[in-house]
């Protein structure tokens, strides 16, 4: 079992940047696929971006493609999501996501149910 905090969030302006961070401990991270989620006010839960277990392939909402950039560093246990160009609407509480999964299909990473461990999250605010 791997526990998974975040960390990293704020209160920025629109068309800032700003890194958030995954931290992984309890089991060896690298086996994991893991994935970023949010939930802004009064909406459902979305997917944000993924990573496989091995690094190779990364996937994206189309509402963050070309702007958000998702890396994992198994040395230091730690998954990052660098976030450029924010907009007010990219105002959410976001989740690192974690599971031993090993699928090839996208559309497995983009449903948050496939995903067994869960942060408390980290609260990313853009103001206009």
């Known amino acids: 079992q791997v526990q998974v905090v975040e960390s990293g969030g704020g209160l920025v302006q629109a068309g800032s940047s700003l890194s958030v961070s995954c931290a992984a401990s309890g089991r060896t991270f690298s086996g994991y696929s893991m994935g970023w989620f949010r939930q802004a006010p009064g909406k459902e839960r979305e997917f944000v971006a993924a990573?496989?277990?091995?690094?190779?392939?990364?996937y994206y909402a189309d509402s963050v493609k070309g702007r958000f950039a998702i890396s994992r560093d198994g040395a230091k246990n730690t998954m990052y999501l660098q976030m450029n160009s924010l907009t007010p609407e990219d105002t959410a509480i976001y989740f690192c996501?974690?599971?031993?999964?090993?699928?090839?299909?996208?559309?497995?990473?983009?449903?948050?149910?496939?995903?067994?461990?869960w942060g408390q999250g980290t609260q990313v605010t853009v103001s206009s």
């Open positions: 990573v496989s277990w091995s690094g190779g392939n990364t």
């Open positions: 996501a974690a599971d031993t999964f090993r699928s090839a299909s996208g559309p497995y990473y983009r449903n948050e149910n496939n995903y067994a461990y």
